[in-house]
């Protein structure tokens, strides 16, 4: 075969022909050069669990207290659980036990709901946030103070978060009369800072439209009514990181006022990401949209993406998507519902697991055929399935993903 070698010329073209290439590669990009995530470009691609990370821990949690949970935090310390009806449980890295941290109650110190919280990793003091109100604890469980909100907020507030030793506080309630986007107090309750909503007043009848994460050195925000998800720096400033595209699977302006009768015609065409956070290679959020639901996982580089759910028949016999994460690591429970944290320079997904599902899928045709990557790891966990009752209270799965 003879063979070819490139002149000057060729390789001027060739080059040229690359850059150009590479220019055109586009990966729905906003007229401001910024990512635009638009759910009708995403590509049904498949990933497993064991390409995304290569271990799995469970730790259950202590039964000395039955709860029923709501939000849950991760830190250095311990493990924090919002307890319905009870309060915040503090939890050692092994999943013992070890304080139970304020109260539901009119009384001083207590609260009505106390699903929101955040924690200091510093300090290890906990914030407990009541819609009109933050109540202040020590590590060990002592009432601090009280900090009132009622001035930032017409309705109130359902989501906290520590951030450079502030409180950053989102407004992000179903109604346009909100005061702010976002507030940050210092730990006494005094304003720093914080972000002016222009969204006209309306009513979506929408609970909880937006979320917010922690990455990196920043804080994120985005909102269900606009179409910018922020980072916020240290410095307090604030940046449009990402975008949400336009289009009839948005919230148009037209349409923002939203009557019960209209929610439920309108809401299974509305693209509703949620649970939003990154990893150092993935922006990850769970969605729905039409009859899509997923966990989406984005390249942040290349712009790829991965649709992450399992078909299952509902309650009418129809066969729906269910966004959770296929588990081949040791063939147990997909994940859903999944959660960051990260320490010691690596990243982790989280969930909080029921052992009546974990011991109902042990016993399963699905398990017992899987052929997990780690077969030592299915026995470990036959074992600790097999150790645990229908009752106990959940148990915390720490997925690390690789580097």
Not at 136 to 144: K, L, Q
Not at 358 to 378: Q, T
Request: hydrophobic share 35%.
């Amino acid at each position: 075969m003879k063979s070819y070698k490139m002149n000057s010329l060729d390789y001027l073209c060739f080059i040229i022909i690359l850059i150009i290439t590479s220019c055109n590669r586009t990966y729905n990009k906003s007229e401001d050069g910024l990512y635009a995530i638009d759910p009708r470009t995403f590509v049904d691609n498949k990933i497993l669990l064991s390409e995304l990370a290569d271990d799995i821990q469970y730790i259950p949690l202590d039964n000395s207290i039955p709860f029923v949970h709501f939000k849950y935090v991760i830190t250095s310390r311990a493990i924090y659980v919002a307890a319905k009806g009870i309060g915040i449980l503090k939890f050692d890295s092994k999943g013992k036990l070890t304080e139970k941290i304020g109260a539901r109650g009119k009384g001083p110190g207590e609260f009505r709901y106390g699903m929101a919280f955040t924690v200091d990793d510093l300090t290890g003091n906990i914030y407990i946030l009541d819609p009109t109100t933050i109540f202040v604890y020590s590590p060990g469980g002592r009432f601090i103070r009280d900090i009132p909100l009622n001035e930032y907020g017409s309705y109130g507030f359902n989501d906290i978060e520590i951030f450079n030793s502030l409180l950053f506080i989102p407004d992000h309630l179903p109604t346009g009369e909100s005061k702010n986007c976002w507030i940050f107090l210092d730990t006494l309750g005094r304003p720093v800072a914080m972000r002016k909503n222009y969204i006209p007043p309306f009513q979506s009848g929408i609970e909880t439209p937006g979320n917010i994460y922690k990455y990196g050195n920043n804080i994120f925000y985005y909102n269900y009514f606009n179409d910018t998800i922020f980072s916020v720096s240290p410095d307090l400033s604030d940046t449009c990181v990402y975008l949400f595209a336009q289009g009839d699977f948005r919230w148009p302006k037209e349409r923002i006022v939203v009557t019960r009768e209209s929610l439920a015609t309108q809401f299974n065409n509305i693209f509703r990401p949620s649970q939003m956070f990154e990893t150092k290679k993935y922006l990850i959020f769970h969605y729905a949209y039409r009859d899509q639901c997923a966990i989406a996982l984005i390249d942040k580089e290349y712009r790829k993406t991965f649709l992450l759910y399992r078909k299952e028949k509902n309650m009418d016999g129809k066969t729906v998507p269910i966004a959770c994460i296929t588990n081949d690591i040791d063939g147990g429970l997909p994940l859903d519902n999944i959660n960051y944290y990260h320490e010691n320079g690596y990243e982790y997904f989280t969930s909080l697991i029921d052992p009546f599902q974990l011991k109902s899928h042990i016993v399963s045709e699905s398990f017992k055929k899987a052929n997990p990557k780690y077969p030592e790891k299915k026995k470990e966990l036959e074992k600790l399935a097999s150790g645990l009752k229908e009752t106990d209270n959940p148990v915390l799965v720490m997925v690390r993903l690789k580097r």
